[in-house]
Structures are given as C-alpha cells and as structure tokens.
C-alpha cells in the first residue's frame, strides 16, 4: 500500500491563495507522474493539474492561469500553487501516482486522503 500525505486546505476568501503539499514515498515519486484532483459535494471528482517526471504540465481549463503545480524531487514532494481562488474552487482535492500519456494523464490506484478547500464569497 503506498501512502500519500496531502496537506495544505482551509477556508480562504475569494481572491486570496492556498499551496497544496503531497508528500509521496521515494521509491515511486521520482519515476512517477502526479495529477491534482477535485471533488464538490454532488459532483464527478475531476482532474485539476498533472505533472510528468519530467516536469510537463497540463491543467484544466477552469483553473488556467490560477493554479500552478510543480515538484520537488528532493523533498518527494508535490505542490497545487492556488491563486485568486473562487467559490466555485471549493472541493475536497486530492493527490494521486499516475503516469503521462501523449496528451493526457493517466490516473493511478493510489490516493491520497485528501484535503478540503473552502473558497467564501
């Protein structure tokens, strides 16, 4: 079972910003690409931001422009950057182990527990 630690959420004024951790052991982070997810109360979880090993990105519309997501190699470590953060960002967001298609990240069996955000008017 390969654990992953997420941390980072709170309750965060429309406008403001949050960065998201996701601690992933050492033995898969390296090789692994990493996708951010979301879910809201009522709704499909769905993809946010997704890094390869390599450092390739690719982001969801919705959040273009907003959030940025990055790695730390050393420190096994990814990070969801969140900025001017709207109502409509709240949801429960979650880490996960993949891998990088041609165009599109390709989840994997494992999840972190995730962390709620709250984004007020």
């Known amino acids: 079972q390969v654990q992953l630690v997420e941390s980072g959420g709170g309750l965060v004024q429309a406008g403001g910003s949050l960065r998201l951790s996701c601690v992933v052991p050492?033995?898969?982070?390296?090789?692994?690409?990493m996708g951010w997810y979301r879910q809201a109360p009522g709704k499909l979880r769905e993809l946010v931001a997704a890094?390869?090993?390599?450092?390739?990105?690719n982001y969801a519309d919705s959040v273009k422009g907003r959030f940025t997501i990055s790695r730390d190699n050393a420190k096994n470590t990814v990070y969801l950057r969140m900025n001017s953060l709207k109502p409509e960002d709240t949801a429960a967001y979650y880490c996960n182990v993949g891998a990088m298609g041609l165009s599109t990240y390709i989840p994997g069996d494992f999840w972190g527990q995730g962390t709620q955000v709250t984004v007020s008017s």
């Open positions: 890094i390869s090993s390599g450092g390739t990105t």
């Open positions: 050492g033995s898969i982070f390296r090789i692994s690409a």
